[in-house]
Structure formats: structure tokens, C-alpha cells
């Protein structure tokens, strides 16, 4: 995965929600960190492990088939329901488990541009998770809002935690290779991209 090549494709988003939205000189960190729980949130609901209420505790990993609008990328019955589009479709394949993570690192990344940081402030290292991916969800969730940290130190300690963790995660819990990760983040920048378009 191409760190540098989705920090650069972040940023340029970044700055067109910024500009478009007349966000210039706000401080956004505390809505991205928020965010990012509610993003994580949905990749832990996804992943479905810590359910023991369900009998259905298995990721949401089958990859569905549906039909998308080519001009706003929208969800397409008989027309689309986004922008009203009736022309030609296309056949869009999903993995929702890796839609979420995607998500999550979507904000990770504008985190990261938020701070100032640079793509080696993401500082990741491979390691073997220990415990039940239950409570490496909950560690995570404890470091990002670390993020808020007002001492520099710690608050950079507690980012590149939270990319060490996830990072992590994605490999030894969610079964992500470096090639989907980047695929798919591509795939749902150039959605958001035309999501702004639309006025999403």
C-alpha cells in the first residue's frame, strides 16, 4: 500500500470539502476525531464478532452485486435514487467489511493532515495483536480519543498508536491485503469526490 500516493489523495479532498463548504480557518479536529469513533463503530458492527446476542456473529465479508449510477454513484433501481439519472447502469461489487475500514482510514488520514503530521507520522510497524479483537477495538477507540491531548508528545504517541493498532488490524483480524486496502480506499475517494459534486 501506497501510504504517500492516499495521504496526497486525502488532502486534495480535504481541501475541496474545505473550500466548498467555507470551512477556511476552522479547527475540525474534534468533528474527524468523532468521526472516527462513529466510523469505527460501524466497522466493529460490521464485523459483528462481539454480538453474543446474535447467532450471526460473522463478518459482513460476502461481496454483493448492485447496481450503481455512473453519474453520482448512487444506488440505482429503476432510476437513480440520488440524482434521478435513467441511463445506462453499472454492476458494482462490495465488500462491506472493507467499505467500513476504508471509512476509517479516510479520516485517519485527514486526522493525520488536521495535525500537520506527514505520511511518517503514521508511523507503522508490524506486531502481533494479543487479545480478543473485541478489546483491540476498545484499545483503539481509548487512543483515539487520545488525540485530543492538548501536550503535543502525547497526542502524536496517541495517533500513531491508533495507526499501529489498525493498521495492524486490518491484516491479522480482518484478513485486508495492502493491495484491497488501497484499491478500495481509491475506489470510495473517487465517490466522495463526486458525492461534493453532487452537494452530498
Not at 17 to 32: F, T, Y
Not at 99 to 105: A, I
Not at 109 to 133: H, Q, R
Not at 161 to 183: D, K, P, S
Amino acid at each position: 500500500m501506497n501510504l504517500q500516493k492516499l495521504f496526497e489523495v486525502q488532502a486534495k479532498l480535504d481541501k475541496k470539502i474545505v473550500e466548498e463548504k467555507g470551512l477556511q480557518g476552522q479547527d475540525l479536529l474534534d468533528k474527524k476525531i468523532l468521526a472516527l469513533q462513529v466510523e469505527l463503530g460501524e466497522l466493529a458492527n460490521c464485523w459483528r464478532g462481539f454480538k453474543f446476542w446474535s447467532h450471526d456473529q460473522e463478518p459482513r465479508i460476502e461481496k454483493r452485486t448492485y447496481k450503481t449510477c455512473p453519474s453520482c454513484d448512487g444506488e440505482y433501481v429503476d432510476s437513480c435514487w440520488e440524482c434521478g439519472h435513467s441511463g445506462q447502469v453499472v454492476d458494482k461489487i462490495i465488500n462491506p467489511l472493507l467499505e467500513e475500514f476504508v471509512d476509517c482510514l479516510h479520516f485517519i488520514l485527514s486526522i493525520a493532515i488536521e495535525l500537520g503530521y506527514t505520511v511518517d507520522d503514521l508511523y507503522v510497524w508490524d506486531d502481533e495483536l494479543v487479545g480478543k479483537t473485541e478489546d483491540i477495538f476498545l484499545e483503539l477507540m481509548y487512543w483515539v480519543v487520545l488525540i485530543k491531548s492538548k501536550d503535543e508528545r502525547k497526542r502524536k504517541d496517541a495517533f500513531r498508536t491508533v495507526c499501529y493498532i489498525f493498521f495492524n488490524m486490518a491484516e491479522q483480524r480482518l484478513g485486508f491485503t495492502w493491495e484491497q486496502i488501497e484499491e478500495a480506499y481509491l475506489e470510495k475517494n473517487r465517490i466522495n469526490h463526486q458525492r461534493q459534486l453532487n452537494h452530498y
